[in-house]
């Protein structure tokens, strides 16, 4: 490889190779992709967590605060329908699978350049279509669009569900993709229990993405058509059925809890193996374990029916193969942490956030236990508990991950190390901020609060009032992050070629990658995170 002059990194990078717009507007390398998605979900979770803010500072008080009833539900559908559609599904897969997947495999590229380039487009083209969605005049449905109210809302729901409609498309392609690169681009000698964790994470993930994102595509769409050409296929004064669409909705939504978490638990695991200085304990279990989840996942939509008149016994088998899902997740969380056991910890940012991450999704696990009960659901159903529980269990932990990555991936992406200190004070400022916006929300809803409300009984007040201050923590800390990230771009270290000590193998390229990834074809001779031997490994 030849290194630039004074400096351990390669002297032509995937950033420097070509520096045109137009290099990167039509690029097919995954990892431009790779950083343009992650520029992409990055202004989605700014534009979520400023609806979120607009949403806290109204409830601050009982009665109306800064904003009309109508503007506030307009506020939570479009927070909920940019965190979930534009941020949370695509952040893990889509920018960090897209940059090193191909790279831990020991591939040049994924199977198909120009078809990744074209998600690109199509995710970019559905969302700026929900934008436009928003700015015309809203949608006021919640993120969930759920009928007949949807079919008959005046707001502008159409395009918002045409936007994610399409972008279910580039969810599609991109999970192709990626079943298409493991199977048929991994290096000589990476026989299948060699595989890194964070790929069969984003594998699993892929197969959830192919085989039910087209039946959410499918009910947003029939909602759209019911809306435009007033056909009754789930309003019940048209003869439709309502019901039918959330059996079809949640069919999709609830394994969509899994392509946003698994990729996430890929992240950990890496992270953890890295900072511990040990691979992972019961690799086989772990990776098993990931396709228990993606497996069971398909089978529990149900648990979120526990009121709409579903048969009791549906309700019990349903409740019970949810509880199936905490047993897999705990199965990853005693590897994890048997993993950090005599491990020669290293405490670095990106394992702060992996310390959050196990805190926030054993609280919310256990909370989702709690309401895959029947007799629980039922006080709880549609309150601040649930709120507070999918915000614990999928915001909370897909946040961390994409912190964690963010933090331990952005030396090998962009060749530059960050602050320190300053990041410490961001990740404890994030990860106290989140635990106060809502641990509160859990006390809410156990007093009765209804979610999407707008008005309250004064005596919660001091509950929301304490939410809305974790929420200020939380954008403090986000803001740190933006101004010392920037920073390091131009000012920051330049980084070691392995920043971290790490045996994981995306590390076998130079930081910043070469255009193709290896100068000559990698030999993946250890196993993945082996620290039995002292030397890092051979940079190719």
């Known amino acids: 490889m030849n290194l630039a002059a004074g400096s351990n990194q390669p002297a032509i990078t995937y950033l420097n190779h070509e520096t045109t717009v137009r290099s990167w507007l039509l690029t097919r390398d995954h990892k431009r992709i790779g950083v343009m998605f992650l520029v992409g979900v990055i202004f989605a979770l700014l534009l979520g967590g400023i609806f979120a803010m607009a949403l806290r500072i109204e409830l601050l008080t009982p009665g109306p605060t800064v904003m009309a009833p109508m503007t506030y539900n307009r506020m939570f559908t479009l927070h909920g329908v940019t965190m979930v559609w534009l941020f949370m599904i695509p952040a893990i897969p889509s920018a960090f699978g897209n940059f090193v997947l191909p790279i831990m495999l020991g591939a040049k590229d994924v199977a198909f350049p120009r078809l990744n380039l074209a998600s690109f487009y199509i995710y970019l083209a559905g969302s700026l279509l929900t934008v436009f969605g928003m700015l015309w005049s809203g949608a006021d449905t919640g993120w969930t669009f759920y009928t007949p109210y949807s079919t008959v809302s005046p707001t502008t729901v159409t395009p918002i569900l045409m936007g994610v409609f399409i972008i279910g498309f580039s969810t599609i392609i991109t999970g192709l993709n990626f079943i298409t690169t493991v199977h048929t681009l991994r290096a000589p000698g990476m026989h299948w229990t060699r595989i890194p964790l964070f790929v069969w994470t984003i594998y699993g993930t892929s197969v959830i993405q192919v085989v039910a994102t087209p039946v959410l595509g499918m009910v947003l769409l029939l909602v759209a058509a019911e809306r435009v050409l007033g056909m009754g296929i789930f309003d019940p004064s048209r003869g439709g059925d309502p019901v039918l669409f959330q059996h079809m909705f949640w069919f999709y939504s609830h394994p969509a809890v899994y392509i946003m978490v698994l990729p996430a638990m890929g992240v950990i695991t890496e992270v953890v193996c890295a900072y511990s200085r040990k691979n992972i304990f019961g690799y086989k279990m772990v990776a098993a374990s990931t396709f228990g989840i993606a497996f069971v996942g398909f089978f529990t939509w149900g648990h979120h029916m526990f009121v709409s008149g579903q048969s009791t016994f549906g309700s019990g ?59 629980l659901d039922v006080h709880w159903h549609d309150t601040y508990f649930v709120v507070a529980h999918f915000h614990y269990i999928m915001v909370g932990a897909v946040l961390m991950a994409f912190l964690a990555a963010l933090h331990y991936w952005w030396p090998k992406m962009f060749g530059r190390l960050y602050p320190e200190r300053w990041s410490f004070l961001a990740a404890m400022t994030i990860i106290f901020g989140f635990i106060v916006t809502f641990l509160p929300q859990f006390l809410l809803g156990n007093m009765g609060m209804p979610r999407r409300y707008y008005e309250y009984p004064r005596e919660m007040q001091w509950l929301h009032v304490l939410s809305t201050a974790g929420a200020s923590l939380l954008a403090f800390g986000f803001g740190l992050i933006a101004i010392y990230l920037l920073w390091s771009l131009r000012y920051g270290a330049e980084a070691p070629v392995n920043a971290w000590g790490s045996r994981g193998y995306e590390w076998y390229s130079g930081s910043p990658p070469v255009p193709h990834n290896f100068t000559e074809a990698p030999r993946f001779e250890r196993e993945v995170h082996d620290y039995t031997v002292a030397e890092v490994p051979r940079v190719y």
């Open 317 to 375: 088998v349903f409740g019970v193969l949810s509880m199936l899902v905490a047993i897999f997740t705990a199965i990853k969380i005693f590897n994890w942490v048997a993993t950090l056991y005599g491990g020669s910890i290293d405490l670095k940012v990106p394992l702060l956030y992996v310390l959050g991450f196990i805190f926030l999704l054993m609280f919310g696990g256990m909370t989702g236990v709690a309401v895959a009960t029947t007799s």
